[in-house]
Protein backbone atom coordinates (compact mmCIF):
# COMPACT_ATOMS: atom_id res chain seq x y z
CA UNK A 1 0.00 0.00 0.00
CA UNK A 2 1.56 3.39 -0.70
CA UNK A 3 1.97 6.04 1.89
CA UNK A 4 0.56 9.29 2.24
CA UNK A 5 2.85 12.04 3.07
CA UNK A 6 2.17 14.88 6.12
CA UNK A 7 4.50 17.89 7.14
CA UNK A 8 3.73 19.00 10.18
CA UNK A 9 4.68 22.37 11.40
CA UNK A 10 5.95 24.12 14.42
CA UNK A 11 4.85 27.33 15.89
CA UNK A 12 6.38 30.19 17.69
CA UNK A 13 5.04 32.88 20.16
CA UNK A 14 5.64 36.44 19.02
CA UNK A 15 4.55 37.51 22.56
CA UNK A 16 3.22 35.47 25.23
CA UNK A 17 1.00 37.20 27.94
CA UNK A 18 -0.06 34.88 31.46
CA UNK A 19 -3.50 35.65 33.33
CA UNK A 20 -4.68 34.11 36.44
CA UNK A 21 -5.59 30.58 36.23
CA UNK A 22 -9.77 29.69 35.51
CA UNK A 23 -11.72 27.96 38.21
CA UNK A 24 -13.48 26.01 35.24
CA UNK A 25 -10.44 24.60 33.70
CA UNK A 26 -8.16 24.85 35.83
CA UNK A 27 -5.55 26.39 33.26
CA UNK A 28 -4.04 29.92 33.05
CA UNK A 29 -5.03 32.14 30.48
CA UNK A 30 -3.02 33.29 28.04
CA UNK A 31 -3.11 36.22 25.05
CA UNK A 32 -0.38 35.67 22.86
CA UNK A 33 0.40 36.23 18.97
CA UNK A 34 1.51 32.93 17.15
CA UNK A 35 2.70 32.33 13.70
CA UNK A 36 3.45 29.25 11.90
CA UNK A 37 6.52 28.52 10.59
CA UNK A 38 7.53 26.64 7.69
CA UNK A 39 9.81 24.05 10.23
CA UNK A 40 8.39 20.69 10.19
CA UNK A 41 8.14 17.07 11.15
CA UNK A 42 7.41 14.54 8.66
CA UNK A 43 4.81 12.04 8.76
CA UNK A 44 3.98 8.64 6.48
CA UNK A 45 0.96 6.72 6.56
CA UNK A 46 -0.39 3.82 5.45
CA UNK A 47 -2.67 1.20 5.97
CA UNK A 48 -1.00 -2.29 7.16
CA UNK A 49 -2.74 -5.53 8.09
CA UNK A 50 -2.47 -7.01 11.85
CA UNK A 51 -4.12 -5.92 14.85
CA UNK A 52 -2.16 -3.21 16.51
CA UNK A 53 -1.19 0.21 14.64
CA UNK A 54 2.99 0.47 14.22
CA UNK A 55 4.58 3.38 14.98
CA UNK A 56 8.50 4.34 14.29
CA UNK A 57 10.36 7.59 15.39
CA UNK A 58 13.24 8.50 13.51
CA UNK A 59 15.39 12.05 13.11
CA UNK A 60 17.28 14.39 15.38
CA UNK A 61 14.71 14.53 18.22
CA UNK A 62 13.33 11.04 17.68
CA UNK A 63 14.99 10.20 21.30
CA UNK A 64 13.19 12.47 23.15
CA UNK A 65 9.96 10.55 22.32
CA UNK A 66 8.19 7.75 24.71
CA UNK A 67 7.19 5.09 22.66
CA UNK A 68 4.25 3.89 24.87
CA UNK A 69 2.85 7.27 25.14
CA UNK A 70 3.15 9.82 22.72
CA UNK A 71 0.86 12.62 20.98
CA UNK A 72 0.26 10.16 17.92
CA UNK A 73 -0.53 7.09 19.97
CA UNK A 74 -3.18 9.54 21.71
CA UNK A 75 -4.02 10.65 18.64
CA UNK A 76 -5.32 7.22 17.00
CA UNK A 77 -7.15 6.35 20.31
CA UNK A 78 -9.32 9.44 20.41
CA UNK A 79 -9.77 9.22 16.53
CA UNK A 80 -11.04 5.48 17.24
CA UNK A 81 -13.12 5.89 20.52
CA UNK A 82 -14.82 8.73 18.62
CA UNK A 83 -15.97 7.24 15.69
CA UNK A 84 -13.70 8.30 12.77
CA UNK A 85 -11.41 5.67 12.54
CA UNK A 86 -12.25 1.74 12.35
CA UNK A 87 -10.78 -0.23 15.44
CA UNK A 88 -10.34 -3.23 12.74
CA UNK A 89 -7.99 -1.06 10.54
CA UNK A 90 -4.45 -0.44 11.55
CA UNK A 91 -1.58 1.70 10.43
CA UNK A 92 2.27 2.27 9.79
CA UNK A 93 3.12 5.58 10.74
CA UNK A 94 7.18 6.81 10.26
CA UNK A 95 7.15 10.12 12.13
CA UNK A 96 10.88 12.45 11.32
CA UNK A 97 11.50 14.57 14.52
CA UNK A 98 12.83 17.21 13.22
CA UNK A 99 11.29 19.94 15.63
CA UNK A 100 13.12 20.00 18.73
CA UNK A 101 10.85 18.38 21.80
CA UNK A 102 10.78 20.24 24.70
CA UNK A 103 11.05 23.73 22.81
CA UNK A 104 8.03 25.39 23.23
CA UNK A 105 7.16 25.15 19.10
CA UNK A 106 4.26 22.59 19.85
CA UNK A 107 5.92 19.64 18.26
CA UNK A 108 3.72 17.34 19.83
CA UNK A 109 1.07 19.15 19.20
CA UNK A 110 1.50 19.93 15.76
CA UNK A 111 1.92 15.97 15.00
CA UNK A 112 -1.45 15.20 16.75
CA UNK A 113 -3.33 17.55 14.53
CA UNK A 114 -1.79 16.71 10.79
CA UNK A 115 -2.56 12.96 12.13
CA UNK A 116 -6.34 14.29 12.81
CA UNK A 117 -6.57 16.50 9.77
CA UNK A 118 -5.25 13.75 7.05
CA UNK A 119 -8.15 11.09 8.78
CA UNK A 120 -10.83 13.86 8.88
CA UNK A 121 -9.90 15.00 5.21
CA UNK A 122 -12.47 15.96 2.96
CA UNK A 123 -14.35 16.72 6.30
CA UNK A 124 -14.70 20.24 7.66
CA UNK A 125 -13.60 20.00 10.94
CA UNK A 126 -16.03 22.19 13.33
CA UNK A 127 -15.16 24.25 16.16
CA UNK A 128 -16.97 21.78 18.51
CA UNK A 129 -14.72 18.70 16.78
CA UNK A 130 -11.67 21.19 17.24
CA UNK A 131 -12.48 21.80 21.20
CA UNK A 132 -13.27 18.41 21.74
CA UNK A 133 -9.72 17.05 20.61
CA UNK A 134 -8.15 20.01 22.35
CA UNK A 135 -9.43 18.78 25.90
CA UNK A 136 -8.19 15.74 25.66
CA UNK A 137 -5.40 16.19 23.50
CA UNK A 138 -3.89 19.49 25.00
CA UNK A 139 -4.72 23.63 24.50
CA UNK A 140 -2.39 24.00 21.67
CA UNK A 141 -3.85 21.30 19.11
CA UNK A 142 -6.19 24.07 18.08
CA UNK A 143 -3.42 26.56 17.43
CA UNK A 144 -2.77 24.23 14.07
CA UNK A 145 -6.39 24.18 13.13
CA UNK A 146 -7.13 28.00 12.76
CA UNK A 147 -4.67 29.71 10.45
CA UNK A 148 -0.71 30.17 9.58
CA UNK A 149 -0.38 33.66 11.55
CA UNK A 150 -3.44 33.84 14.86
CA UNK A 151 -4.41 36.48 17.77
CA UNK A 152 -5.21 34.12 20.71
CA UNK A 153 -7.47 36.79 22.50
CA UNK A 154 -7.94 34.24 25.43
CA UNK A 155 -7.97 30.06 26.30
CA UNK A 156 -11.16 30.26 24.26
CA UNK A 157 -10.82 32.78 21.50
CA UNK A 158 -8.56 32.71 18.81
CA UNK A 159 -8.50 35.15 15.85
CA UNK A 160 -7.41 34.70 12.23
CA UNK A 161 -4.85 37.62 11.18
CA UNK A 162 -6.02 38.62 7.43
CA UNK A 163 -3.12 40.83 6.55
CA UNK A 164 -0.72 38.24 6.83
CA UNK A 165 3.07 39.44 7.78
CA UNK A 166 6.05 38.25 6.32
CA UNK A 167 9.12 37.67 9.06
CA UNK A 168 12.28 35.82 8.98
CA UNK A 169 13.59 33.68 12.17
CA UNK A 170 16.35 31.94 13.61
CA UNK A 171 15.42 29.91 16.19
CA UNK A 172 18.09 28.39 18.67
CA UNK A 173 17.48 25.05 21.20
CA UNK A 174 19.91 24.66 23.58
CA UNK A 175 18.65 20.74 24.25
CA UNK A 176 17.28 21.86 27.77
CA UNK A 177 14.31 20.11 28.64
CA UNK A 178 11.42 22.60 29.57
CA UNK A 179 8.39 20.69 30.79
CA UNK A 180 5.23 22.83 30.32
CA UNK A 181 3.88 21.98 33.77
CA UNK A 182 6.25 22.61 35.95
CA UNK A 183 7.29 26.09 34.12
CA UNK A 184 3.76 27.59 34.70
CA UNK A 185 3.65 25.70 38.27
CA UNK A 186 6.30 28.53 39.14
CA UNK A 187 3.91 31.46 37.88
CA UNK A 188 3.30 34.51 40.40
CA UNK A 189 2.74 37.35 38.57
CA UNK A 190 0.33 37.99 36.03
CA UNK A 191 -0.89 39.95 32.81
CA UNK A 192 -4.58 41.32 32.27
CA UNK A 193 -6.07 38.97 29.63
CA UNK A 194 -8.49 41.34 28.46
CA UNK A 195 -10.07 42.18 24.74
CA UNK A 196 -7.90 44.74 23.38
CA UNK A 197 -7.57 46.43 19.35
CA UNK A 198 -4.24 45.68 18.75
CA UNK A 199 -3.50 46.57 15.10
CA UNK A 200 -1.72 43.73 13.18
CA UNK A 201 -1.81 44.98 9.70
CA UNK A 202 1.29 47.31 9.80
CA UNK A 203 3.91 45.63 9.69
CA UNK A 204 5.88 48.74 11.09
CA UNK A 205 2.84 49.21 14.00
CA UNK A 206 3.13 45.13 14.55
CA UNK A 207 6.92 44.70 15.38
CA UNK A 208 6.70 48.13 17.82
CA UNK A 209 4.19 46.79 19.65
CA UNK A 210 6.15 43.22 19.98
CA UNK A 211 8.96 44.94 21.06
CA UNK A 212 7.24 46.40 24.03
CA UNK A 213 5.54 43.15 25.05
CA UNK A 214 7.26 40.02 25.97
CA UNK A 215 6.75 36.49 27.48
CA UNK A 216 5.97 35.96 31.23
CA UNK A 217 7.55 32.94 31.24
CA UNK A 218 10.89 33.86 30.11
CA UNK A 219 12.23 34.99 33.61
CA UNK A 220 11.30 31.41 35.00
CA UNK A 221 12.79 29.55 32.57
CA UNK A 222 16.18 31.89 33.20
CA UNK A 223 15.79 31.63 36.53
CA UNK A 224 16.56 27.77 35.95
CA UNK A 225 18.40 27.88 32.93
CA UNK A 226 20.74 31.09 32.88
CA UNK A 227 22.25 30.24 29.66
CA UNK A 228 19.06 31.12 28.13
CA UNK A 229 19.36 34.94 28.84
CA UNK A 230 22.94 34.61 26.90
CA UNK A 231 21.26 33.31 24.03
CA UNK A 232 18.95 35.84 23.68
CA UNK A 233 21.39 38.57 24.20
CA UNK A 234 23.58 36.91 21.30
CA UNK A 235 20.71 37.08 19.18
CA UNK A 236 19.66 40.57 19.65
CA UNK A 237 23.20 41.91 19.25
CA UNK A 238 23.56 40.24 15.50
CA UNK A 239 22.87 42.71 12.91
CA UNK A 240 19.03 43.85 12.23
CA UNK A 241 17.21 41.83 14.35
CA UNK A 242 14.20 42.96 15.63
CA UNK A 243 13.95 41.42 18.89
CA UNK A 244 14.75 38.24 20.44
CA UNK A 245 12.44 36.31 22.85
CA UNK A 246 11.84 32.71 24.56
CA UNK A 247 8.71 30.99 22.60
CA UNK A 248 6.28 29.35 24.98
CA UNK A 249 7.76 27.46 27.83
CA UNK A 250 10.86 27.12 25.78
CA UNK A 251 13.81 26.37 25.78
CA UNK A 252 14.02 26.89 22.17
CA UNK A 253 14.60 31.08 21.70
CA UNK A 254 14.15 32.83 18.27
CA UNK A 255 14.93 36.53 16.80
CA UNK A 256 12.68 38.05 14.36
CA UNK A 257 14.18 39.68 10.90
CA UNK A 258 12.79 41.49 8.20
CA UNK A 259 14.36 39.99 5.65
CA UNK A 260 16.32 36.75 4.56
CA UNK A 261 19.60 37.63 4.46
CA UNK A 262 20.10 39.15 7.64
CA UNK A 263 18.37 35.98 9.49
CA UNK A 264 20.92 34.14 7.14
CA UNK A 265 23.17 35.96 8.41
CA UNK A 266 22.26 35.89 12.67
CA UNK A 267 22.27 32.12 11.72
CA UNK A 268 25.72 31.75 10.52
CA UNK A 269 26.91 34.23 13.68
CA UNK A 270 25.04 32.19 16.44
CA UNK A 271 25.84 28.68 15.06
CA UNK A 272 29.77 29.86 15.52
CA UNK A 273 28.66 31.29 18.99
CA UNK A 274 26.85 27.92 20.02
CA UNK A 275 28.34 25.52 18.04
CA UNK A 276 26.66 22.38 20.40
CA UNK A 277 23.54 24.33 19.77
CA UNK A 278 20.63 23.34 17.22
CA UNK A 279 19.82 26.24 15.18
CA UNK A 280 17.50 26.82 12.45
CA UNK A 281 16.39 29.35 10.07
CA UNK A 282 12.71 30.12 9.21
CA UNK A 283 10.08 32.18 8.21
CA UNK A 284 6.62 32.76 8.33
CA UNK A 285 4.05 30.50 5.81
Not at 108 to 132: C, T, V
Amino acid sequence: MKYNFLRSYCKLNLFLDIGKKEKKTNLHNIQSLVHIINLFDEIKIKKIIGKKDKINFIGSFSNHVKKNDNSILKSLSVLRKSGYLPYNQSYFLEVKKKIPAFSGMGGGSSNSAAIIKHFLKGKKISEKEINFFSRILGSDLKLFFVSSQMFQENLRSIKIIKSKQRFYFIVVYPFLKCSTKEVYSKVNSYNQIKKKNYNFNSKKNLISLLKKKGNLLEKIVIKKYPIIKKILNEIQKTNNCQFSRLTGSGSACFGLFLTKKSAVSAHIKIKKKFPNYWCATGKTI
